[in-house]
């Protein structure tokens, strides 16, 4: 796996051609598999013998896997994305009452007044750039990280410090030495977020995490209360700020699909299926865990190897997809896709990411229909990572000339 990341398309296609489940190497020559084929992922993630507990990683077992290892942390954060079992239906239990469909549907007002104001501030910023505005950084950031902050009630003063470490934490090409100052300080910041929760108690998750955990002791340990507030952050911010930004890009990048949507031919919902479908938010997940050697559509997967999910090569399947997996076509009709997982680990922030996408993506359009990328999509800095799939700035112009 290249740990700087770029875009994963091509070589997704050529191991793809090769078979559903690839060897890969992981940064420090860690041996580890990908699983690529839709119908082997949609397999492999609700397999009972698949675990996400670092329990079973046999490489850290035997203390090969340094401190500074830079995907140590999706290994070994406590929390549901690697628990198993009664833990994880405990925690999930706990986390599930900020993201249900009622609470969503009553979520909805405060997100689209974050839109609007948002994109006041987006073309403000386009007034003092020469019309060009960065779009990730004034409208597709800020507007995830503003609702999961809010939710979990972290001061807007700790918004941008957590972004820019949440960026380093899924960093596959960042240092030991950095690394490991990265998720310290998280550790740092949301440990006093929890503090003041506890004792500033509102109506926010993190305050009825800590009440459930007094309430019974065992519930929820101050590790798992951590590592729980980290992993809602990232991926409660991550995800969508890729999921709007891949839209746009590729609306612009299909202007006739854009039409189709503003004459009402598709729908905006139809834009952020096919874009999860073609463009996954994330690429490669980490990790699981055979607890035995598993064969998996000709593969045998050896117990204990640490497994990525493979969502972007599995939302261009031609198997899975047809011959036009490659295309961009939001009038495909109902779209299967893993990109907000699958199983007992489905993403259980998916309402909220489809309506934040959808609300922003139909007042953004609505707003400035004639809004395009002035740089080529090739040349837009990636991610540095193959978990993340997006590019870091988004330069639009607004009200571009008309021809």
Known sequence: MDPAGGCPHAANARLLAEGAVAAVTLPGDVPGMAVLGHDALREFLAHPDVAKSAAHFGALQDGRIPDGWPLKTFATVQGMTTADGADHRRLRSLVTQAFTPRRVAGLRPRVEELTRRLLDGLEAAAADGDGVADLRRHFALPLPMSVICELLGVDAAHQDRLHELSSRIVATDIGPEAAVAANREMVEVLGRVAADRAAHPGDDLTSALIAAREEDGDRLGPHE?????????????????????????????????????????????????????????????????????????????????????????????????????????????????????????????????????????????????????????AELPRHASFVGNSVRTLPVRLRPERA
């Open 225 to 377: 209360l951590l590592g729980t507030l980290m992993l809602t952050i990232i991926a409660g911010h991550e995800t969508t700020l890729n999921l709007i930004t891949n839209a746009v890009r590729a609306l612009c990048a299909h202007r006739d699909q854009l039409a189709l949507v503003q004459d009402a031919e598709a729908s905006w919902d139809d834009v952020v299926e096919e874009t999860l479908r073609w463009d996954s938010p994330v690429s490669y997940f980490p990790f699981r865990y055979p607890t035995r050697d598993l064969d998996l559509h000709g593969t045998t997967i050896p117990r204990g190897t640490p497994v990525l999910a493979g969502y972007s090569a599995a939302g261009r399947d031609p198997r899975a997809h047809g011959p036009g997996a490659h295309r961009f076509d939001v009038t495909r009709g109902p779209v299967r896709h893993l990109s907000l997982g699958h199983g007992p680990h489905f993403c259980l922030g998916a309402p909220l990411a489809r309506m934040e996408a959808t609300t922003a993506l139909e007042a953004l359009f609505a707003r400035f229909p004639r809004l395009d990328v002035v740089v080529p999509d």
